[in-house]
């Protein structure tokens, strides 16, 4: 199993970033499908979920994020708008077998992509 993430950059503030992750080896529909990001010195934090069509977002993500799959492709997509120097972080797509519900827990997932830094200026 293999999950590529990319798309991060430097953007200012107000901009928007498309995050891509792509998967080999598993079948999107077995799994739930999740965004996290993290910050230096910080824990992985949460952003959404996908699971067999359903969405699921932090608080924080709601009306901000948007995740969506190409299953043809086997690809995942985490739309970002709005950022702000705060969504500094790096950028990590992960698949487990957990329920929509449980999908916030980073102990859920069972493989993780290399992640991708996304910077935010003021």
């Known amino acids: 199993v293999q999950l590529q993430a990319f798309g991060g950059g430097l953007v200012q503030a107000g901009a928007s970033l498309r995050l891509t992750c792509v998967a080999s080896?598993?079948?999107?529909?077995?799994?739930?499908m999740g965004w996290y990001r993290q910050v230096p010195g910080k824990e992985r934090e949460f952003v959404a979920a996908?699971?067999?069509?359903?969405?699921f977002y932090a608080d924080s993500a709601k009306g901000r994020r948007t995740i969506s799959r190409d299953i043809a492709k086997n690809t995942m997509y985490l739309q970002m708008n709005n950022l702000q120097p705060e969504d500094t972080a790096v950028y990590f797509c992960a698949a487990g077998r957990a329920i929509l519900s449980s999908s916030r827990y980073s102990t859920c997932y069972l493989y993780w992509g290399q992640g991708t830094l996304v910077t935010v200026s003021s």
């Open positions: 080896g598993v079948t999107f529909n077995d799994y739930t």
């Open positions: 996908w699971r067999l069509g359903r969405t």
